[in-house]
């Protein structure tokens, strides 16, 4: 199962263009989105900047770009050129291959993260202390993988031609109504009331109360950890379920 | 007409096992039992129903109705033992690794692995060992298949047509390993549309043909079962066709111009009877029928029966 973890890993850093692209991609959104707007307070963050709110959005918008595409595509991939069902002839239990995918998207969404932050420091001047840069990285780091396992379960469940439209629809879905493009406080109460429990809302309020000099609340973290178990969990269970041809 | 004494063990059966796809039956009722140390090939047109059987074997597929058992348990749970190795004929690779890292994984995951590079020896791709897996012509994907079958030691290996692809050198390199698998008593089952391998190889034929079991048996039993000799002759003489069509023992007759092809379960009562008809048959040849034919013809007469 290591060996499994570390090919994984191995070929991803290979695979240098889904590198490059996963890597700059979120930073290049960053500046083009919080770029041209002012120090303003974004209202309903509770004082935090136009800067400090995008750098945490776009990191972790970023972060679950590169995770999400990149595995559900490459499992139909992989699905449809038969390297699972080879892979299922071993004794690989249905966790080893959804780690081993989980531990390839979260080389790739690491300097994604890191990336954004060095321009957020060094073009919009954003100043935060020590400990909150590294508690940052850890928590977009670490709430990544739930959309690593996401990703995982939406490759196993859309096949071929399928998975780029679905992906797209959850990933922007997911994007827009948890907040990670626009403060959701510009969105209707109703809206809100839902939002609040989509577990891209927990990932960017992770972030935030960081930024705002707290611990992350402990309810966003349940939300994402509970989200990462029923993902990894059905996705696991699908990769031992498939049956159909490959 | 088992010619093995079933051993008090089977390494797999299917009891009564059916899978459909809508409305094709791939597998129809299909009972069968392998035993240790046993060479069996599977025979059949395209389309019936060996890969579909060897997805179910291998639980790739769960039967709509039936039981499939490998070792006494689940084909899955057979699986995560370690007791089976398995080549598919879709089996894909995976990408942006090379040789030696793709099979150092199937050893790495196998429960009863052999050494990397013995593994890379036996299936003759050493040489490539540091070359990357998308670059591999079609030869040497499937040699890196068979490496992967063989990663560790199975007591049944299941190959879909292995050897399609493979040059002369690969395919007798491939045949002489599994030769020395099956020495070790192991049990080897495997699809193919070669059926000279399956006369040179199998100790067991089987027929398969709209996913139902026509012929089970050694190849020379395949061979009897399909109206085992062909006689050929020319005529000279004016003969009327009714009377050559009554001869005993006849499975088929053929004419074309003054040559006449028989296939006869007799050969011998039906060229005495010929001598009777009082036309003397000039070229007269009897041979046995290759395992090709007699897979033709059973295929054939199945094919008649059921249109
Ligand atoms: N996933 C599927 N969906 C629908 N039909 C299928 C599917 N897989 C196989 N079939 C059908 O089931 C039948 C048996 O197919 P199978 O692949 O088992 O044949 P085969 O004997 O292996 O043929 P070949 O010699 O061409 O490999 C065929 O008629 C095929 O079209
Ligand atoms: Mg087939």
Redesign the interface.
Known sequence: ????IK?EI???L??KKFMFFSVVYPAGLFLVIAGPQGDSVVSGTGGLTMGAFYMVAMASFGALTAVLMGNSERIAK?R???????L??????GRGYVLAKIASAAVVSLPSIIVVFLVAVAIKHVHLAAWQWLALTGVIWAGSLCFAALGVAIGYLANGDAVRPITMIIYFGLSILGGLWLPTTSYPQWLQDITTWLPTHAYAGLGQAIELGGAPHGRDVAIIVGYFLVFAAGAAWLY?KD?R?? | MKTTAPPATAVASFADVSKAYGRVRAVDGLTLDLHPGETVALLGPNGAGKSSTLDLLLGLRTPDSGRISVFGKSPQAAIAAGHVGAMLQSGGLMEGVRVREIVGLACDLHPKPYPVDEVMDRAGIAQIADRMVDKLSGGQEQRVRFALATAGAADLIVLDEPTTGMDVTARQAFWSTMREQAGQGRAVLFATHYLEEADAIADRVLVLHKGRLLADGTAAEIKAKAGARRIAFDLECEIDEAALRGLPFLASLSLSGTTVRIQSHDADATVHALYGLGCYPRNLEVSGLGLEQAFVAITEAEEARTS
């Open positions: 199962m290591n060996t499994l090919l191995t070929r991803t290979r695979n992989e449809e050129k038969g390297w699972v069902r080879q299922r002839l071993t004794a690989l239990p031992r049956t041809k490959a």
